[in-house]
């Protein structure tokens, strides 16, 4: 180790001695150091501001992501998915969630560790925190100094930016149920309605104390997948794992009996730098995300005392047994999670390229089942419910399959219109004469047939003629 490195390691020394393991008591101050898994975390957690850009999208002059609740529709870009389609929706969940299992299954709580919104938004909040009170030893003074001039500046400061994020998080979240422009002309004339008010004073609330008060305490006691992820993980799974057999017994890097010792330094930096507060060397712990900064700062440490790397490293637990790893494609979980996986994402691609232009539903009328006319024929009374999910009015001609002269009436003459994006009810009468009913039940079909429009379309929908039935 030369002089500069020895420098350092001994500044480390100095710096750590106030980390230590986090037991909810005070605000974790933890420190950055670069490396492989915080750029990761920095470009996944970045994945994030399409959140805040995504309401600004049009797709047609319209707002291409858009939950429309008064009119029961979500828009994505070309898609509209109508209350019909929600089934799409569930499969939706399933997939997600499969893909939470999956990956959890193989490498842990990868989702915490780069994606989840919480750690996201606390390593913004934290990361601003360090830009306007300096490091954590800087914080940690600050934090128990008496109230200058200069405190209340920082304080100030750093308060101000976290609300300025929470604020735009609360607003960007309304914009997905709104008309994102009309909605910030609406806040900024406290025109918005009561409802409006509401989401942002929720989101403003849970953004400003979950990212900068409550950080890794929300994963701890609030977050219900802490709680169920170690049903997921396995001895296969791969986590940031202190590798014991090479790193103990542990002890610092010079003195007495060093020869004796393993390669941990007991710097207690892999502490420091966790935002959570754990001490990985004492084994995977409900509060590890497995973001893999304690491998950054436990390599950088390695790298300055002249010791392979890998002391933590991305390792499961029979690995770190001596056994052989098994790979994920002979695992009986990983399978059971990809074939659900696989079997939602075809139900959602088959949903998605067989939306029908046109939902139909057919009632027949019970009270009565039919009515014998003056003439002698029989009639039979509907309610078509048709909802055109197209963006534009379209005309359609009612005929009758699977029964010979059958006359059609409808409440109202001409031809069918539907209005786009409503659901219309419509009257029709059908009527035979007895003769043409060989039993009580008949199978017909009614068929929709576009006249007006590009694109042809043709929908037909089972529906039964019912009669008195042969004496
Ligand atoms: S595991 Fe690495 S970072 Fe942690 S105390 Fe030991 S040497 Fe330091
Ligand atoms: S122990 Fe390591 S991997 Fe786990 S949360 Fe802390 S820094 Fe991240």
Redesign the pocket.
Known sequence: MDAKAHKDIEELYQDTVHWHVNTGGETIHAKRVPGFFRTLKWYTGSLWLLYFILPYFRWEGDQAILFDIPHRQFHFFALTIWPQDIWMLSLVLILLAMTLFGVTAVAGRVWC?YFCFQTVWTDWFTWLEEKIEGNPIQRRKLDAAPWTLRKVRLKLFKHVLWMLIAVLTGITFAAYFTDVYQLWADYLTLQAPLVAWVVLAAFIFGTYVFAGFMREQVCFWLCPYARIQSVMVDKDTI??TYDYKRGEPRGKVRGKGVSERGDCIDCRL?VG????????REGM?E?????????D?CNGVMEKVGRPKGL?RYASRKEMAGEKLRPFFRRPRVWAYLSIFLLSAGGIVYGLTHIPPVELSIVHERQPLFTRMSDGSIQNKYTIKAVNKTSQNLHFRLSIRGMDHVRVRLEEAGDIVLHAGRTVPIRVFLQAMPAQLKKEKTKIYFVLESVSGKDKIKISKRSVFIGPGKR
């Open positions: 560790g986590m940031p892999c730098v966790c935002p959570t507060g754990v001490d990985i712990q509060g590890c995300i497995t973001c893999g900064l304690c491998i700062a933590i």
